[in-house]
């Protein structure tokens, strides 16, 4: 099974790498030309996360925190996300998006999703649609475990 585990390890870094740049590059969008993939990535992790720290996003998105401060400016400054105190620490700060952010990231799945769909939808057979359903709900159980427990 190592062999075979470390393919599959190999296959998902090529995917996540090259399959994430060649969907962005590929698609003709508005929203893909008015914010960089840093942007868009930030604004999908504050999507699924209520309120995220600078330093979360930071190690989120494996930069340093003064490229995730730089984002969130000028994110503000365009009003798609907000900067609140924490009410815990008072010079702690969680990002949260804005209705204008949740309207971006709306737009950008839905233009992302019929993308893939256009590019998969004559590849793949209804069976293997279901084990890549089966195996990334796993996934994603694991590497959210991993995740807590952090």
């Known amino acids: 099974m190592g062999k075979q585990l470390d393919t599959a390890i190999e296959l998902f870094k090529d995917i996540m790498i090259y399959g994430t740049e060649r969907v962005i590059k590929s698609i003709d969008h508005e929203v893909f030309h008015d914010y960089s993939p840093e942007q868009l990535h930030m604004m999908q992790i504050l999507s699924k996360t209520e309120g995220v720290s600078p330093g979360r996003l930071a190690a989120l998105q494996g930069v340093h925190k003064s490229a995730v401060s730089n984002r969130v400016k000028k994110l503000a400054q365009q009003e798609i996300v907000v900067i609140h105190g924490s009410e815990k620490d008072q010079r702690g700060k969680t990002i949260h998006l804005t209705d204008k952010g949740i309207k971006i990231i709306q737009t950008s799945n839905q233009v992302i999703s019929r993308h893939i769909e256009s590019l ?7 069976e293997e649609i279901e084990e890549f359903i089966r195996i990334f709900i796993k996934l994603k159980s694991i590497l ?6 952090q």
């Open 144 to 149: 959210k475990v991993e995740e807590d427990s």
């Open 120 to 126: 998969l939808s004559d590849q793949l057979e209804d």
